[in-house]
């Protein structure tokens, strides 16, 4: 049985796009395998729960009962992939756990495969807690999330050593649009009949982007 994907999506900063990039996420794989399970660590509102109530729970990391709860619904092989949408105030406590765990060991022996999709800013906390990851996350784990709206140039030079996935910024017209509660990124492939449009053709070239980091990551597994 082939390994079972869990992606994490973090940042030690708040407002960077995380949750925006968990949505994208959860929607494509939502789309391509017609199942996903997204868990909501968030402080926060609106978060990952607000806009993707039916695949969606939320979890903690506060405590140890609530720690072990998600340890035990995400290192599972079971053919379904993960989400997990991580805040900012719960970025130490959680990677603090996965070292003393040895998460990557034991997801390595069940057959799941963690995927780390760190979301960049350019500031020293952004730059440190990158680095942290580094001496945890092996390099095909751990890659890095470039979202234009946030990072309004060159990323800090270090985190050039993990692959790179780049989103780029909307005009404030059509960000506002997709922050609405309602809003459907594929839902809004399938009604919009104009192909042309920025936010159609924004959409696709994300899913494009998760379509060829999950072949990367399958062919890096064989």
């Known amino acids: 049985m082939s390994s079972t994907p ?5 940042s030690p900063r708040p407002q960077v796009g995380k949750t925006l990039i968990a949505r994208l996420l959860g929607e494509f794989l ?8 997204c868990f909501d660590i968030n402080l926060k ?4 729960l607000d806009y993707l109530p039916r695949i969606t729970e939320t979890a903690d990391v506060i405590d140890t009962y609530g720690k072990m709860q998600l340890m035990d619904r995400v290192i599972v092989n079971d053919g379904i992939a993960k989400v997990i949408d991580l805040g900012y105030h719960a970025f130490d406590e959680f990677f603090k756990m996965a070292d ?4 990557m060991k034991e997801a390595l022996r069940r057959r799941v495969a963690p995927v780390i999709l760190y979301v960049a800013d350019t500031d020293r906390a952004s730059v440190r807690g990158y680095q942290m990851l580094q001496g945890q ?3 095909n784990g751990l890659v890095v999330v470039d979202n234009e709206f946030v990072v309004r140039g060159e990323l800090p030079p ?3 050593a993990s692959r790179v996935l780049r ?3 909307l005009p404030v017209f059509l960000k506002t649009y997709i922050d609405r509660l309602n809003f459907s990124f594929t839902g809004y492939l399938r009604q919009e009949r104009d192909s042309s449009t920025e936010l159609h053709q924004w959409i696709r070239k994300n899913y494009t982007t998760f379509r060829d980091l999950e072949l990367s990551m399958l062919l890096q597994r064989l």
């Open 6 to 10: 869990v992606y994490i999506i973090c």
């Open 30 to 37: 939502l789309l391509k395998n017609g199942d996903v399970v």
């Open 45 to 48: 509102e609106p978060s990952l």
């Open 100 to 103: 003393q765990i040895g998460l």
């Open 137 to 139: 996350i092996p390099p």
């Open 158 to 160: 270090v985190m050039n």
């Open 167 to 169: 989103f780029r910024a």
